[in-house]
């Protein structure tokens, strides 16, 4: 049955008004990183690359940069290794408190950030009265951060899980291999890209993350938060749009590298379940 001219237009039109109100401020972003006025006012002047000569220049977003990707970093690498033994524990094992673990990891990422901030402001301030090394600084901010990146680890590799069959890693088994090599080289192959997708995706998350950062950094500083103590004081915004520019010059071709190895291998869908 072919859909009438009045619906597919109806939904076309719906369609680019969900597009534009999700990409127009982007757009807006980049002609105003490419002005040569030194104020964001519309129409934009003449096109310039003043304000990334400026950016490149200026060294303090550079080291706010360098510290987000290191908080990223380290936060990333917690959350591949207990997002993926979460998922493995929740998918091939039963035991009591397994829906409890499950609500556990996620609800970090359900919670407000502010909520989260402060709790963990103060968990680690008590921690540091009772003579722990807890002082707020980039590695608390990466500890803040690992907590709700976990999940997004998890949410991959278990879905990966529960697509995957389990009849290569019995056949492994009947031909000899022990659990260490069946895992090693029979499932990691095949939940690889969940966990790539799972960790971009969680770098990416870090990588922006403003309010828990806000509670949990000590005397460093952040590109977000760099970039909100600039807007709060209204100063260098075409400076603000080019650094905008680069950043989403980076995260979007990792969120889609993401997208592309979190798909289902063909293979794999061929393979029938266990």
Same mark, same amino acid.
């Given at each position: 049955?072919?859909?009438?001219?009045?619906?597919?237009?109806?939904?076309?039109?719906?369609?680019?008004?969900?597009?534009? &109100?999700?990409?127009?401020?982007?757009?807006?972003?980049?002609?105003?990183?490419?002005?040569?006025?030194?104020?964001?006012?519309?129409?934009?002047?003449?096109?310039?690359?003043?304000?990334?000569?400026?950016?490149?220049?200026?060294?303090?977003?550079?080291?706010?940069?360098?510290?987000?990707?290191?908080?990223?970093?380290?936060?990333?690498?917690?959350?591949?290794?207990?997002?993926?033994?979460?998922? &493995?524990?929740?998918?091939?094992?039963?035991?009591?408190?397994?829906?409890?673990?499950?609500?556990?990891?996620?609800?970090?990422?359900?919670?407000?950030?502010?909520?989260?901030?402060?709790?963990?402001?103060?968990?680690?301030?008590?921690?540091?009265?009772?003579?722990?090394?807890?002082?707020?600084?980039?590695?608390?901010?990466?500890?803040?951060?690992?907590?709700?990146?976990?999940?997004?680890?998890?949410?991959?590799?278990?879905?990966?899980?529960?697509?995957?069959?389990?009849?290569?890693?019995e056949a492994s088994m009947d031909l000899g291999a022990d659990g260490w090599q069946t895992?090693?080289?029979?499932?990691?192959?095949?939940?690889?890209?969940?966990?790539?997708?799972?960790?971009?995706?969680?770098?990416?998350?870090?990588?922006?993350?403003v309010i828990v950062t806000f509670f949990l950094i000590g005397a460093q500083n952040t590109?977000?938060?760099?970039?909100?103590?600039?807007?709060?004081?209204?100063?260098? &915004?075409?400076?603000?749009?080019?650094?905008?520019?680069?950043?989403?010059?980076i995260s979007i071709p990792i969120v889609l590298i993401a997208q592309y190895l979190a798909?289902?291998?063909?293979?794999?869908?061929?393979?029938?379940?266990?």
């Amino acid at each position: 049955m072919r859909t009438p001219l009045r619906v597919r237009l109806s939904l076309g039109t719906a369609a680019l008004l969900v597009y534009a &109100f999700l990409y127009l401020p982007l757009l807006i972003i980049f002609i105003y990183a490419f002005n040569s006025d030194t104020i964001t006012s519309w129409p934009p002047q003449q096109p310039s690359l003043q304000w990334f000569h400026v950016l490149f220049s200026d060294p303090d977003p550079w080291t706010a940069l360098e510290n987000s990707v290191q908080v990223a970093v380290e936060a990333t690498i917690v959350a591949v290794f207990l997002g993926t033994a979460a998922a &493995f524990a929740l998918q091939r094992f039963r035991f009591l408190g397994r829906e409890a673990l499950n609500f556990g990891i996620t609800l970090p990422i359900l919670l407000p950030g502010i909520i989260t901030g402060v709790a963990m402001t103060t968990w680690f301030t008590q921690l540091t009265q009772w003579g722990l090394p807890f002082e707020l600084s980039l590695v608390t901010v990466a500890i803040g951060h690992a907590t709700f990146c976990i999940v997004l680890v998890m949410n991959n590799v278990l879905a990966r899980l529960r697509r995957t069959s389990r009849s290569l890693e019995e056949a492994s088994m009947d031909l000899g291999a022990d659990g260490w090599q069946t895992f090693w080289y029979v499932t990691l192959p095949s939940i690889r890209g969940a966990i790539i997708a799972g960790a971009l995706l969680a770098f990416t998350l870090s990588l922006d993350e403003v309010i828990v950062t806000f509670f949990l950094i000590g005397a460093q500083n952040t590109l977000p938060l760099w970039i909100l103590s600039h807007i709060r004081q209204g100063i260098n &915004f075409p400076e603000i749009d080019a650094i905008a520019v680069v950043v989403v010059s980076i995260s979007i071709p990792i969120v889609l590298i993401a997208q592309y190895l979190a798909r289902e291998p063909a293979a794999q869908r061929a393979v029938p379940k266990a």
